[in-house]
């Protein structure tokens, strides 16, 4: 036996015990009444003592991007930025730090924290940082802005068409503002110098890591790229891969597709990285007015939001998915978006969705004849608890009176059936999953606004919110035989707080310990 966990509060399905852990070869061999904890000790190569702390079964993200949150705590943050010329201030701190014409990397900004709440335009950032491209990341990834040095490398300007699930905001001159939305971005992405191998191996152990540190023992990867997987597999060839990685493949690459397909669904031997799931967007995001709504937007009359892939494509995917035995995974946050997907699963599929554990990936604004429709046809939502705290501010005006009562709907959908799994979408949100289950169950800000909750009647239980990061979410990745609960024949995997997660002390609860496969990838400072 390779350790023997002592002293812990054992969280099982429907009641708490204290018990002792057994692991051997990265998984749980026996739990131990504590009167029975000598004869074990003698047999363990390590004793760790927990001191009363409270284990749970590891937590996982989800739905979250490793590679992109890894970027992001390498490049400029904005998401505390209160004005658009406070983004331009601290991007030109950043460029002069810089050789002339490298690039300007940055993430976060939201315009609707500014006081105009507008898109800006590129030209202040322009005369501030003329000889750098700049590329800044909206908080939500759907949009970006850059600067005329970029505009000029990329070719773009304003006789550059839309491209398809995409577009280029323009001034009333018909100049391109700056600000590119959706598949527009990728006119700037194709000219950005592409990462090294080391720079995707650097970037996913930083995030794997900080991620370890907030309890995590898995991650959704969703949308995976060719060479993000590649750094993925060597990562995990070494042994230095921290946490479970299941990959939701690229689906805008048909390369990485007909070849990973042609494998068929992998797993290494240990579990830590499993290739089973394809990633494609049908929408974009509702901050940035890309979400697809069947109606137009209330604060934005004739624009209904974009439809980022094709139906054609869709369909066309998740049929070759589905012959291959992958998972498919689509975004999809405008109620119309929600609506096409579904009639993709129920078409394509024929069935075979619950067999699939197909996903709808936000599944944000669900109008009321499409909520059952999750259960029936066997489609998980994929949601983010904390989008809704996030949006609600300026939610209502994008969406209206009606609308807004069809948004972040977690409480519909469980009544009717569905499944879900929870994440935070990370990097758009802190990934902490304290504040996931918070804003699950309270529907408020860690400050408690607004009195009484958003939209209360969508509340989850706590019970439900935990089981949305462990057992929802190992179901999701169809691993609920081997992770999401504690038992005998499981991995070993454990999120340690210092006290029980009870709906008044969720926030105050701290991660002492985290574990993966029988192994500390993560302790706290002082922890037991």
Not at 39 to 63: C, I, M, N
Not at 281 to 308: E, I, K, N, T
Request: charged share 20%; net charge neutral; with cysteine.
């Amino acid at each position: 036996m390779d350790r023997l966990l002592v002293g812990g509060n054992v969280h099982l399905p429907n009641v708490t015990r204290r018990l002792e852990i057994a692991v051997k070869d990265g998984k749980i061999v026996a739990l131990v009444p504590p009167g029975q904890a000598p004869r074990w000790q003698k047999k363990a190569k390590e004793v760790v003592d927990l001191s009363g702390a409270h284990v749970y079964p590891g937590f996982t993200e989800s739905h979250g991007h490793l590679t992109g949150f890894g970027l992001v705590l390498e490049t400029v943050d904005l998401r505390a930025t209160a004005s658009f010329q406070e983004v331009v201030k601290l991007l030109a701190a950043r460029a002069a730090q810089l050789p002339p014409e490298s690039w300007v990397l940055a993430w976060g900004w939201d315009q609707n924290l500014w006081p105009d709440k507008s898109f800006p335009h590129h030209q202040e950032l322009s005369q501030a940082v003329p000889h750098h491209p700049v590329v800044a990341r909206r908080v939500d990834g759907h949009a970006i802005l850059v600067n005329r040095r970029a505009l000029q490398l990329a070719g773009i300007t304003a006789a550059t068409p839309d491209p398809p699930g995409g577009q280029i905001l323009r001034d009333g001159k018909g100049e391109p503002t700056g600000v590119l939305l959706d598949a527009a971005a990728d006119l700037v992405q194709r000219v950005l110098p592409p990462p090294s191998l080391h720079d995707l191996n650097r970037r996913q152990l930083r995030a794997a890591e900080k991620l370890a540190a907030l309890g995590f023992t898995a991650i959704h990867d969703a949308g995976t790229d060719a060479q993000e997987l590649e750094s993925l597999r060597q990562l995990v060839g070494k042994g230095s891969l921290p946490i479970r990685v299941y990959v939701m493949l690229d689906g805008s690459n048909p390369q990485l597709l007909s070849h990973e397909f042609a494998k068929g669904v992998q797993r290494d031997q240990q579990g830590m990285l499993t290739v089973r799931a394809v990633k494609l967007y049908a929408d974009g995001a509702l901050g940035s007015r890309g979400a697809w709504l069947s109606q137009p937007y209330s604060d934005s009359p004739g624009h209904s939001g974009l439809a980022v892939t094709p139906l054609s494509r869709l369909r066309e995917v998740v049929a070759q998915a589905a012959s291959a035995g992958f998972q498919p995974c689509i975004h999809a946050i405008g109620d119309e978006a929600v609506h096409q997907v579904l009639n993709v699963y129920q078409q394509i599929l024929e069935g075979r969705g619950r067999h699939l554990r197909a996903r709808i990936e936000h599944a944000q604004v669900v109008r009321p004849e499409d909520v059952p429709r999750f259960a029936q046809l066997g489609v998980i939502a994929s949601v983010q608890p904390t989008h809704c705290t996030s949006d609600m501010p300026w939610a209502p005006a994008r969406l209206g009176a009606e609308r807004i009562l069809w948004a972040y709907r977690w409480r519909s959908l469980l009544s009717t059936g569905a499944r879900l799994c929870l994440g935070s979408d990370v990097p758009v949100e802190n990934p902490d999953p304290r504040l996931g289950m918070w804003a699950a169950m309270t529907r408020k800000t860690p400050e408690n606004q607004p009195p009484g909750g958003w939209n209360p009647q969508e509340r989850m239980t706590l019970s439900e919110a935990l089981s949305g990061y462990t057992t929802w979410a190992a179901y999701a990745a169809f691993e609920e035989n081997q992770r999401g609960r504690i038992a005998p024949g499981f991995f070993a995997d454990f999120t340690v707080f210092d006290r029980a997660l009870e709906e008044d002390a969720v926030l105050s609860a701290q991660v002492v310990r985290t574990v993966v496969a029988g192994a500390d990838v993560f302790v706290a400072r002082g922890g037991p």
